[in-house]
T-cell receptor, first 113, second 114 residues
Framework: DAGVIQSPRHEVTEMGQEVTLRCKPI?????LFWYRQTMMRGLELLIY????????DSGMPEDRFSAKMPNASFSTLKIQPSEPRDSAVYFC???????????FGSGTRLTVV | AQTVTQSQPEMSVQEAETVTLSCTYD???????LFWYKQPPSRQMILVIR??????QNATENRFSVNFQKAAKSFSLKISDSQLGDTAMYFC???????????FGQGTRLTINP
C-alpha cells in the first residue's frame, strides 16, 4: 500500500485566495482525520470522518475552513479566503481502528503571504 | 478531559548512547492505548511503538522500548544505541478504548550528535 497520500506537498498562496488540500487515505481505512501543526499550538485535530461522514468538526477554526469526503478514497480541506495565520503544516491521517493508531500522510506545508 | 504531558522540550545525546523520553498522562479510565510517534525533519509522522494499557508487559520494537507505569500514569520511551537517524521530534499520544481521537503531547525534540 502506498500509505496516506497528500497533495500538494507545498503550497504558497496570497492572502484572500482559496486553497484546497487533498488526501487519499489507505484503502479500507474507515476513519480519516485532518490535523494542523504549528509551533505555537502543536498538533490540532480539525475534523474527522467515519465512513465518509463528518463526525466531529469542533476543531475547525472558523467558517473559512471546510472539509469534505465525497467517497472512501478522497477528502479535501478547503480554506476560503486564506489568511497569513493559516500558515501551517496540514496532515491527513487514516486508520481502520483508532486504537491501533493512525497512519499519517507526509503533510502539506501551507504558506499564506 | 484526557491530557498528555511531555516535560522535556528538548534533549541531546551522543550517538550510541541510550536516551529516555518522558511522558505522563491523565485519565480516570482504565482501558486505553498509548503511542510514541516520531517526526523527523522530513515531517512524516511515523508510529514507533504502541502499548495496550491492559497489558503489563512493556512493548518493544528493536532499539525502542517503553516503560509503562500504569499506576503512575507514566509512559517513557527508551532508545538504545541511538543513531543519527533518530534525530526527530517525538510525540507521546493517548486514546481511550472505543474513542476515536488521539490526544497528543507537545513533543520532545531529540538531537543525536555524532
Amino acid at each position: 500500500d502506498a500509505g496516506v497520500i497528500q497533495s500538494p506537498r507545498h503550497e504558497v498562496t496570497e492572502m484572500g485566495q482559496e486553497v484546497t488540500l487533498r488526501c487519499k487515505p489507505i484503502s479500507g481505512h474507515d476513519y480519516l482525520f485532518w490535523y494542523r501543526q504549528t509551533m505555537m499550538r502543536g498538533l490540532e485535530l480539525l475534523i474527522y470522518f467515519n465512513n465518509n461522514v463528518p463526525i466531529d468538526d469542533s476543531g475547525m477554526p472558523e467558517d473559512r475552513f471546510s472539509a469534505k469526503m465525497p467517497n472512501a478514497s478522497f477528502s479535501t480541506l478547503k480554506i476560503q479566503p486564506s489568511e497569513p495565520r493559516d500558515s501551517a503544516v496540514y496532515f491527513c491521517a487514516s486508520t481502520l481502528k483508532p486504537g491501533l493508531g493512525y497512519t499519517f500522510g507526509s503533510g502539506t506545508r501551507l504558506t499564506v503571504v | 478531559a484526557q491530557t498528555v504531558t511531555q516535560s522535556q522540550p528538548e534533549m541531546s545525546v551522543q550517538e550510541a548512547e541510550t536516551v529516555t523520553l518522558s511522558c505522563t498522562y491523565d485519565t480516570s479510565e482504565n482501558n486505553y492505548y498509548l503511542f510514541w510517534y516520531k517526526q523527523p525533519p522530513s515531517r512524516q509522522m511515523i508510529l514507533v511503538i504502541r502499548q495496550e494499557a491492559y497489558k503489563q508487559q512493556n512493548a518493544t520494537e528493536n532499539r525502542f522500548s517503553v516503560n509503562f507505569q500504569k499506576a503512575a500514569k507514566s509512559f517513557s520511551l527508551k532508545i538504545s544505541d541511538s543513531q543519527l537517524g533518530d534525530t526527530a521530534m517525538y510525540f507521546c499520544a493517548f486514546i481511550l478504548q472505543g474513542a476515536q481521537k488521539l490526544v497528543f503531547g507537545q513533543g520532545t525534540r531529540l538531537t543525536i550528535n555524532p
